[in-house]
């Protein structure tokens, strides 16, 4: 009997999922790979991004945190239900995580491409979240792009639930083919508790924006500069739409 109580013990811890850590942040990077993203920037996009966590100012941010770790996961978005994990979530407390959290962002292939609905890509960015078994002190979905929403749900209805549930939202917005994009992403993307807004010119200075964006991030640093009018803190009850509602 007691071989039977053992066996079934170690079934149950076996099936468990893994126990649960604290971190000090949990990223969400939702990467825009819709049609105006060519083969070049979409390179440039991912070795940006690649190249920021070998950064030794980034590995430091990341250490320099009470638990010393955050988890990231990437995916890239474009279309409606066009949004894929390519990286999945991965624990980074050091130089060698960082590596080997770029290693898998360089081997990546591109999964889309088609028209842009970032209200989409926000859904599948927080839904991400259910999926992360450690105990983040922050949620946080990095989203860049270089167009405006043409398809889906209302990106500032969907940012208003997400922030409604304590979830910041930040933005790097390539101004390449949209001068006009750093203003939209600033009413309708960008929002939550210290979120801020980036902008790069072109792709070319995607990796350097990209450094500055995830120690900003790590570190929880004020950008009041870079804030366009959505430098919010807890949300109203009134922009708490249901999500149900916008899917």
Do not use: C
């Amino acid at each position: 009997m007691k071989l039977v109580i053992w066996f079934a013990v170690m079934l149950v811890l076996a099936l468990s999922p893994a126990h649960a850590t604290e971190s000090d942040l949990a990223l969400v990077m939702a990467i825009d790979v819709s049609g105006s993203i060519d083969s070049g920037e979409y390179r440039l996009q991912h070795e940006g991004i690649a190249r920021a966590f070998e950064t030794p100012a980034v590995v430091s941010a990341i250490a320099g945190g009470p638990h010393g770790a955050i988890d990231v996961t990437v995916i890239e978005w474009s279309d409606r239900h066009k949004q894929t994990t390519i990286v999945p979530w991965t624990r980074i407390s050091d130089g060698a995580s960082g590596s080997a959290f770029a290693a898998q962002v360089r081997t990546a292939h591109r999964t889309s491409g088609g028209l842009t609905s970032i209200g989409d890509a926000l859904l599948a960015a927080a839904a991400a979240f259910e999926t992360l078994h450690d105990h983040p002190a922050r949620q946080v979905i990095d989203l860049s792009g270089d167009g405006m929403a043409n398809i889906g749900p209302k990106p500032a209805e969907v940012r208003d639930a997400l922030v409604a549930r304590g979830i910041t939202i930040n933005g790097l917005a390539i101004l390449q083919h949209e001068p006009w994009l750093s203003s939209y992403y600033d009413q309708n993307v960008v929002g939550g508790r210290g979120s801020f807004l980036l902008d790069v010119q072109g792709y070319k200075s995607f990796a350097q924006a990209m450094q500055e964006k995830l120690i900003n991030e790590i570190a929880a640093i004020p950008q009041p500069q870079k804030r366009f009018g959505r430098a919010l803190g807890p949300a109203e009850p009134s922009s708490a739409t249901n999500l149900a509602q916008i899917q």
